[in-house]
């Protein structure tokens, strides 16, 4: 399969070269997990290298999009709308079957054979708008089928819900109908918002099957460290823990102890994240003591 630089700053590696020409991707995230920027910077990878861009807005309109690019330090997405080598359509807003069904194919029609790179930012409004899972399939399968006739396609989609559960009704579908998952695992409410990348699947692509930590910098937009993910990498806490469990051999059952002999080895410094070691501690004594 050809493929083409995603433009995500690490995600080539772990994906074998980059992302199969003609394919869907549909990039999973919580708000604040960076979907609009996935979006925008594979679309400004290809202006890069002369391709023609496609930014279909199902809910910001073209302003918001831009201002946000902006504001990441991609100045320069303004020479590409003037020089009218990115279009936006704005569907925020519309009845989305009827301009799926309807509008969007006349356009289409214009730009078959482009091979331009196309975002659909987010899918979500889509999924709300169908009540009928059966529609909700057809009309986003349509769309997606349309869309690849243009170029390669990127679109987004909203996780709710417990993060990290990816079994969800809004999410089903557009998984299905897609060639890759990628899932941008945002954890706001923990120290520092930690941020993970996974990509769930990628048809005819060898690629990662780990978590990968990636953050997102001004002027670079997202950076995925290619390395395993690995919470701290260190088991300083749990080594801690280890010495003052060894002290509790002979007052606490044998079985008891041989648990949590076994369950300090599995554990690493991030499981420590929001509580001291000296709690976890206190927690096993009122248990055994």
Request: net charge positive; hydrophobic share 40%; aromatic share 8%.
């Amino acid at each position: 399969m050809k493929k083409i630089k995603s433009g995500i700053y690490g995600l080539n590696t772990i994906m074998d070269g980059g992302i199969n020409v003609k394919s869907t991707t549909v990039v999973i995230g919580c708000s604040g997990a960076g979907k609009t920027t996935f979006a925008t910077q594979f679309i400004r990878r290809g202006l890069e290298e002369g391709q023609e861009g496609v930014f279909v807005s199902l809910d910001e309109n073209k302003e918001q999009i831009i201002r946000e690019a902006i504001e990441m330090g991609w100045k320069d997405i303004m020479d590409y709308v003037n020089d009218k080598t990115l279009v936006f359509v704005d569907a925020s807003g519309r009845d989305f079957s009827t301009f799926i069904k309807k509008e969007l194919p006349s356009f289409v029609s214009r730009w078959e054979g482009a091979d331009a790179r196309i975002a659909i930012d987010p899918l979500t409004p889509v999924i709300w708008s169908l009540k009928d899972r059966y529609e909700q399939r057809d009309v986003i399968g349509f769309m997606l089928k349309e869309m690849r006739k243009i170029g390669t396609v990127v679109a987004t989609l909203e996780e709710h819900g417990t993060k990290g559960d990816l079994s969800g009704t809004e999410v089903i579908i557009p998984m299905y109908l897609a060639d890759n998952v990628i899932h941008l695992n945002y954890r706001a409410m923990e120290e520092h918002g930690e941020r993970r990348l996974k990509i769930i699947k990628a048809r005819s692509t060898r690629h990662s099957d780990s978590y990968h930590r990636y953050s997102i910098i001004g002027g670079l937009g997202i950076v995925v460290d290619t390395g395993p993910y690995s919470p701290m990498k260190t088991r300083r806490m749990a080594a801690g823990l280890l010495s003052e469990i060894k002290k509790m051999r002979g007052k606490i059952p044998p079985v008891a102890y041989r648990k949590l002999m076994n369950a300090v080895e599995l554990m690493r410094d991030d499981d420590f994240r929001g509580i001291r070691k000296e709690d976890v501690l206190r927690s096993i004594i009122d248990e055994y003591l």
